[in-house]
């Protein structure tokens, strides 16, 4: 059965960084596109970034781009999140997701796209 345990989330001061880690079990990683997704209270979960079943090409919210790099191991199942400069915006629950056919890059902000999601990791930028 497929999982996704994110970790890595926590308080950081503005202007800090952290890096979120994606551990995935029972699914054959290294053919499927990943991505991160946000969720703030009130507000409807956003697309972060994305990246395919290799590590290019990439793609990024514009919110975000410049300051966050997503990058995956397939040799450990594992997708990453490098947020640097993080803002207080930037407060939110992060959840890793897999598309749901491997090797497709179709409407990759697109979260119907995805079929599998992690429990989520609680990111606090605040002083």
């Known amino acids: 059965q497929e999982q996704l345990v994110e970790s890595g989330g926590g308080l950081v001061q503005p202007g800090g960084s952290l890096r979120l880690s994606c551990a995935a079990s029972g699914l054959d990683f290294k053919k499927y596109a990943m991505a991160w997704f946000r969720q703030a209270p009130g507000i409807e979960r956003e697309f972060v970034a994305a990246i395919t079943w290799t590590d290019r090409p990439t793609f990024y919210a514009d919110s975000v781009k410049g300051r966050f790099t997503i990058s995956r191991d397939n040799a450990k199942n594992t997708l990453y999140l490098q947020m640097i400069d993080l803002k207080p915006e930037d407060t939110a629950v992060y959840y890793c997701?897999?598309?749901?056919?491997?090797?497709?890059?179709?409407?990759?902000?697109?979260?119907?796209?995805?079929?599998?999601w992690g429990q989520g990791a609680q990111v606090t930028v605040s002083l």
């Open positions: 997701a897999v598309r749901r056919r491997p090797y497709d890059w179709s409407a990759p902000v697109n979260s119907a796209e995805y079929g599998y």
